[in-house]
């Protein structure tokens, strides 16, 4: 039905889409982590704060296992540089992610303030280095990273774990975690009444104008301090995965030109900040949905800026341009993309439906009155 071209391009779409759901919906869990053991001063308090998502973070979570799986069957290249050469990396997020449901299912399971205390932290953990991580993963996936591929197209990473901790990564880093307490704040003022409603609100007026100048930051010296590689002969489009069958300069013409020579792709920016200065504006004043909706506006731009930008490389080398892995040639077989393809078409929608399902049921405010009344059912 699809040629191969076409498939790669839909796949390339398909992955993006799932990125975002993560982003949006795990990054109000990440912000939640965050933000429990500072607006959360009583055990009361951080019971409200922990059951906003108490209902859903395991489902959300699934975002993030259904985005390693779907990399792992449709660039497998891609896969095995990230999952082998950021190994330390890929183990202290999951160690971080350890947190998460040891800490939602048995931080109440004791009545003692030591031990509640402890998880409310370990939630925290779990809620913080996760988003930073991650910020640091994009500042290299821009940078690029150094690896190569032998003639037998086994990956060989060059780098080390300190060397991913440069000053853009780690700014990316700060961005990450930022961006996801701002929008969990946002999330909590909106399922929350009274004075958590409002501490959340505090938190987004002083996080909101950082994540801005930060994004700025970031925007510039993306713009205007760094290289970017280019293409100057492939194999084709629709040939045979082989990300050695191409040429590829070290230095471009640059990201803005990237961006000037494809006059739409500047809509994504411009629709991240404006999504996220709306969310600023709206969320220090009483809105509550549209501050949200918002925020989730402007990730979805800065997301798209990222996979614009990089467009058509998925993982750029420093150490040798050519090993560069793009969407034309580090993906599965044809075979292989049609027969995912089906799958996801099937079985997508159902778990779509049910998540909504989910969110409608189980949505409204939390309230203290809620939480004391029911201390067996609730986390």
């Known amino acids: 039905m699809f040629d191969y071209e076409t498939i790669r391009l839909i796949w390339w779409l398909f992955i993006g889409i799932v990125a975002i759901a993560f982003a949006l919906t795990e990054g109000f869990d990440f912000g939640i982590g965050t933000l429990l053991p500072l607006l959360g001063k009583t055990d009361v308090e951080r019971r409200v704060i922990i059951n906003t998502v108490g209902a859903t973070w395991e489902g959300n979570q699934v975002w993030l296992v259904l985005l390693g799986g779907a990399i792992f069957a449709i660039w497998p290249a891609v896969y095995a540089t990230l999952f082998s050469g950021l190994y330390a990396a890929m183990l202290l997020v999951l160690f971080a992610l350890f947190f998460r449901p040891v800490g939602f299912d048995y931080r109440s399971k004791l009545d003692n303030p030591s031990w509640r205390n402890a998880w409310d932290w370990g939630l925290f ?19 690029g990273l150094p690896f190569h591929l032998d003639q037998d197209l086994r990956t060989f990473y060059d780098g080390t774990f300190l060397a991913l901790l440069s000053p853009f990564a780690l700014l990316c880093g700060v961005i990450g975690v930022l961006i996801t307490t701002f929008h969990g704040a946002l999330f909590l003022k909106w399922r929350t009444e009274g004075v958590i409603h409002e501490r959340a609100t505090n938190t987004v007026s002083t996080i909101g104008p950082l994540l801005l100048i930060a994004l700025m930051a970031a925007m510039l010296w993306v713009f205007l301090g760094l290289d970017r590689p280019e293409i100057t002969q492939m194999a084709g489009t629709a040939a045979p995965s082989n990300p050695l069958n191409k040429t590829v300069t070290a230095i471009g013409p640059g990201w803005i030109a990237h961006f000037l020579n494809h006059p739409w792709m500047i809509v994504a920016p411009v629709l991240g900040f404006v999504g996220l200065s709306l969310a600023l504006l709206l969320g220090k004043g009483q809105s509550r949905m549209a501050a949200f909706l918002f925020s989730c506006l402007g990730i979805i731009g800065m997301l798209l800026t990222l996979g614009f930008g990089l467009f058509p490389f998925l993982l750029i080398s420093t150490s040798d341009p050519r090993s560069s892995l793009t969407l034309w040639d580090a993906s599965s077989s044809h075979t292989t993309l049609l027969l995912a393809f089906w ?15 989910v969110y409608k049921v189980l949505w409204g405010s939390v309230t203290e009155a809620a939480i004391l009344k029911d201390s067996h059912t609730l986390y």
């Open 343 to 357: 799958i996801t078409v099937i079985f997508l929608p159902i778990v779509l439906l049910y998540t909504r399902w």
């Open 125 to 143: 953990i779990g809620g913080t280095l996760p988003p930073i991580l991650f910020g640091v993963l994009v500042g290299n996936l821009i940078l």
